[in-house]
């Protein structure tokens, strides 16, 4: 199977914790950038690189989405929180602990 070629597959160290994260959102039919973030993931990157750069532009240009994001410490942090309330994202929360199952991005 291809997905488990040696090319397509590599190992990380740290008790399976990678070195780079990986945003992304998928839709029916949109398709936001995909972009990665080096290093530890702190609420203050998460807001900086990921969500004022990445997500907002994205749902100013298309009202109506629910954000949906895990329960990371960087996304249940009170500052994310509070800036997704004042840029009038809407945004699935409290998260169920232990269920990255329901998020259909974890997936992919």
Known sequence: MKRFANNCVSEVGNRGRGRVMVWGAISANLKPACITVQGSLTAHRYINEVLAPQLIPFLHK????????????????????DFLFHNNVHFMFPWPANSPDLNPIEHL
């Open 62 to 81: 298309h009202p109506g989405f629910v954000f949906m994001h895990g329960n990371e410490p960087a996304h249940r942090a009170f500052i994310s929180r």
